[in-house]
């Protein structure tokens, strides 16, 4: 009867261990969370010039809130493999907390925010849906186009969906001027008039009156030639809905 308890004994040893085994290797192997250190260096690489003010982790995401000149934004970043979740305007930096009352107005606000997260923005436009102003924009994010809606009042992001790209039966090669065309007739936020003033403040002399659209790196920008007053050859670039300009000169 001992010998027989003793073996009783001993098998319900070996199943708890067993239990034991299982239970913390599913521990062991189940997804890891980021750091929060890795999750700020994310929103540094990803937001330049932010300043991060808080962050928490909950629910498998970091809750993460940043300052940059364009207003307070709150981030929230998957913990598990840092995709960004969504990215909401809280308000303005004078106002320091929520601006909730006041209607943004004015496009290119709403164009600094889809930059933050976009590559390029192909098109955007006011609408009205349930009772809300919304912009409704097409981006271009890692060569992939979007079709992305914002909150007209408080700059927050309702939707972004994955643009359905036009079936084509008999598709045929592109003419290349027909290419060009195309590119030129993108809508932009600065005409050709302000490009060249934009230009002339960084590079004194007479302008070329070829001005051209193109597209470099899936930006596009205007060309803009200047011959020097020493005689020199400059090319400036000037991005069609920043502004931003950049200045090559002719060896």
């Known amino acids: ?40 260096s994310l929103i540094e690489e990803r937001y330049k010039g932010s300043k991060v003010t808080n962050i928490e982790l909950q629910q498998s995401a970091y809750h993460i809130k940043m300052t940059r000149e364009s207003g307070i934004y ?11 979740i ?43 849906e349930n009772q809300k102003d919304v ?5 271009l994010e890692n060569k992939e186009e979007y079709i992305v809606k914002v909150d007209a009042v408080t700059g927050s992001i309702v939707s972004k969906d994955k643009a359905e790209k036009p079936k084509e039966e008999n598709p045929k090669e592109e003419n290349p001027e027909e290419g060009k065309q195309k590119e030129e007739d993108r809508p932009v936020a600065i005409s050709k008039d302000e490009a ?10 007479a302008v070329d009156d070829d001005i051209e659209i193109e597209n470099i790196g899936g930006q596009t920008y205007y060309l803009i030639e200047i011959e020097t007053d020493d005689d020199n050859e400059a090319t400036v670039q000037v991005h069609t809905l920043t502004g931003k300009a950049t200045i090559s000169f002719d060896d």
């Open 1 to 40: 009867m001992r010998r027989k308890g003793l073996w009783i004994t001993l098998g319900l040893v070996v199943i708890a261990t067993f239990i034991i085994i299982v239970t913390w290797q599913g521990v062991t192997t189940s997804a890891k969370t980021i750091t929060k250190d890795d999750a700020l």
């Open 196 to 205: 060249i003033k934009i230009a002339l403040e960084h590079v004194k002399g």
């Open 135 to 139: 912009y409704v924009a097409k981006v």
């Open 86 to 128: 969504s990215l909401k305007k809280l308000g303005d930096n004078s106002s320091g907390g929520d601006d909730r009352n006041k209607t943004i107005k004015n496009e290119k606000e709403i164009e600094s925010i889809l930059l933050l997260s976009s590559d390029d923005i192909l098109s955007i436009s006011k609408k009205t």
């Open 74 to 84: 709150e981030v929230s970043l998957n913990a598990e493999n840092g995709d960004i």
